[in-house]
């Protein structure tokens, strides 16, 4: 079993319950990180995880309200287009209105690009004017590798009672400047659904950005 795999679980908490989800497990573009990809439908893994302020925060205490985990990378080019359009930080605001719990997650090991400790996560918060609910530090990439996040952004959605409702892009555009092209934010489509009490229409997608840089 691969070593990093095992360091890195010594810091997540996994809800029992996960270990009935389908798995598959695939390789990242990286020949030495093995990423399990859940299925939609099953029970989101629990964990535990500092966020930028050092305050532990768990998946399990939101039960009973929609999250959204977004894999994030300030350094990456289609992270810097979300946050620099102000898309992502105006998806935020819509998610809080709506009782929505949106949970920033950087996954990114020491040394690698992309990393940030909780100072460094503190300043970009405020400079770019995010509004998630906690940016939560997985240097171990623990968490990352749990949910299969390969990209930058990548998104997730968890219902209410603790079900994976999405996984993959966060809008249709594949990462294409086109302007003409209708975009589709695939996130805030599946919490209107979810809060609706329907079906997401559109529960998984590719997800396109920069890798997450992995230990």
Same mark, same amino acid.
Not at 32 to 57: H, K, S, Y
Not at 114 to 124: I, Y
């Given at each position: ?14 809800? =029992? ?5 389908? *798995? ?6 990286? $020949? ?12 989101? $893994?629990?964990?535990?995880? =500092? ?11 939101? *039960? ?15 992270? !810097?287009?979300?946050?620099? @359009?102000?898309?992502?930080? &105006?998806?935020?605001?819509?998610? %809080? &209105? ?9 996954? @990114?090991? $020491? ?18 004017? /995010? &509004?998630? /609910? ?14 299969? %996040? ?21 809008? @249709? ?5 086109? $302007? ?17 009490? !329907? ?6 997608? &590719? ?9």
């Amino acid at each position: 079993m691969n070593k990093k795999l095992v360091a890195g679980a010594a810091v997540l908490l996994l809800a =029992a319950g996960a270990f009935a989800i389908p *798995r598959a497990i695939t390789y990242f573009d990286e $020949p030495d990180v093995q990423l399990v990809d859940l299925a939609v439908g099953g029970a989101a $893994p629990d964990f535990t995880l =500092a966020d930028a302020t050092g305050r532990q925060v768990s998946l399990a205490q939101f *039960r009973g309200k929609p999250v959204v985990l977004e894999w994030n990378n300030p350094g990456c080019p289609f992270v !810097k287009k979300q946050y620099g @359009s102000g898309a992502m930080q &105006r998806a935020h605001a819509a998610a %809080a &209105r709506d009782g929505v719990v949106w949970l920033s997650v950087n996954s @990114s090991a $020491p040394g690698k690009q992309g990393h940030m400790d909780a100072e460094e996560a503190r300043e970009f918060i405020a400079e770019s004017g /995010a &509004r998630p /609910a906690a940016y939560l530090l997985d240097p171990q990439g623990a968490v990352g590798r749990t949910y299969g %996040a390969r990209t930058t952004p990548h998104m997730f959605v968890v219902d209410p009672s603790g079900k994976l409702a999405y996984a993959g892009a966060i809008d @249709s555009s594949g990462g294409s400047d086109n $302007p003409a092209a209708p975009v589709r934010n695939h996130v805030l489509a599946a919490l209107a659904e979810v809060r609706a009490g !329907k079906a997401v229409s559109v529960p998984t997608s &590719r997800p396109f950005g920069c890798s997450v840089k992995y230990g």
